[in-house]
């Protein structure tokens, strides 16, 4: 079973300050999500990366999958309170797995 | 709404008691999921259904876990004998792709917590 660690487990910020938040294996994958989970809501897909060296944009956000796909990167620009909540990577190849998430909390 | 909806939101159960959480998912959807979630750990698969059919169980903790999708719509997972280790959210996914894996995209619902005294 391929194993994703998420860095940092936990993150709080000012609103405004940029911030970056990692996803890392030690095996290739075949694709990637990132997810953010709301208290008492269930994951919602921000995006998925599937090239080597792939960077997609959305908004505030910026993905980037690893050259050799085997880690990721979310970078958040002029964080927002808007933005708090557990960030999730999923990756894998035959079977998909989560990571266990960095909890951000993005302070007024 | 069109999304996937669950039922009960919140569940608890005294210890040995049986449960079964429903998920209604997202209409034409020809793939469901069933995730475990405890607190502060990112979901872990439980099931997938294509259809009615129980493609893979591999993920289900016990032979206490029971799931199924009769019509190939709506699902239930069924718990025997809960025990304190089974508190958890219990979130459930549907998506229109035939595939287990790969790049698709699942669309989850809020969950049914869980808590076992």
């Known amino acids: 079973t391929q194993l994703l660690e998420q860095s940092p487990q936990f993150l709080s910020i000012q609103e405004g300050e940029n911030l970056t938040v990692y996803c890392n294996s030690s095996?290739?994958?075949?694709?990637l999500q990132w997810y953010r989970q709301e208290p008492g809501e269930g994951p919602v897909l921000l995006v998925t990366?599937?090239?080597?060296?792939e960077v997609k944009k959305l908004k505030r956000l910026t993905f980037q999958f690893g050259d050799a796909r085997k880690d990721s990167s979310l970078h958040i620009t002029a964080a927002q309170p808007g933005d708090t909540g557990l960030y999730l990577c999923?990756?894998?190849?035959?079977?998909?797995?989560f990571g266990k998430g960095t909890k951000l909390t993005v302070n007024p | 709404g069109a999304g996937v909806s669950q039922s009960p939101r919140y569940k608890v159960a005294k210890r040995g008691q049986d449960v079964a959480l429903r998920c209604d998912p997202i209409s034409g959807h020809v793939s469901l999921f069933w995730y475990q979630q405890a607190l502060g750990q990112g979901p872990e698969f439980l099931t997938y259904?294509?259809?009615?059919?129980?493609?893979?169980k591999s993920g289900l903790p016990s032979d206490r876990f029971f799931a199924e999708r009769p019509e190939g719509s709506v699902s239930t997972l069924k718990i025997q004998r809960t025990q304190q280790e089974d508190s958890a959210v219990y979130l459930c996914?549907?998506?229109?792709?035939?595939?287990?894996?790969?790049?698709?995209?699942?669309?989850f619902g809020p969950g049914t917590r869980l808590t076992v005294l």
């Open positions: 259904f294509q259809n009615e059919a129980q493609l893979d």
């Open positions: 990366v599937v090239t080597g060296g």
């Open positions: 095996s290739v994958f075949s694709s």
């Open positions: 999923r990756g894998g190849s035959e079977k998909l797995v």
């Open positions: 996914a549907s998506s229109p792709s035939r595939t287990s894996g790969r790049v698709y995209t699942q669309y």
